[in-house]
């Protein structure tokens, strides 16, 4: 079965640091890209970061770019996603996210974790 399994995120004071994990099975890791998303209350879902399958090319939406970092461990199909310098601009619901991923069953065009909470707040 094809997962995304999502841990880390919780409460925060701005400045501070907090760290997500998504744990990924079922399918070839190594494969994908993968992404960060997040959404606010009342805003769209948005891209946050994006890292490419052997972990060499990153891209990074400008409102986080130089505070947040993606990485991947494809030994342990792990990406997480270190953020930095938090600012109560950054609370939202964070997804992690792999797109068109072909199994021998099937094909899934979306995978999304299952989303965790981060609060930035004093």
């Known amino acids: 079965q094809v997962r995304l399994w999502q841990s880390g995120g919780g409460l925060v004071q701005p400045g501070g640091s907090l760290r997500l994990s998504c744990a990924a099975s079922g399918f070839t890791f190594s494969t994908y890209a993968m992404n960060w998303y997040r959404q606010a209350p009342g805003k769209e879902r948005e891209l946050v970061a994006t890292?490419?399958?052997?972990?060499?090319?990153?891209i990074y939406a400008d409102a986080v770019k130089g505070r947040f970092t993606i990485s991947r461990d494809n030994a342990e199909s792990t990406v997480d996603l270190q953020m930095n310098s938090l600012t109560p601009e950054d609370a939202a619901k964070y997804y992690c996210n792999t797109k068109n991923v072909v199994t021998a069953i099937h094909t899934y065009l979306e995978v999304w974790g299952q989303g965790t909470l981060v609060t930035v707040s004093s």
């Open positions: 890292i490419s399958g052997d972990g060499g090319s990153t």
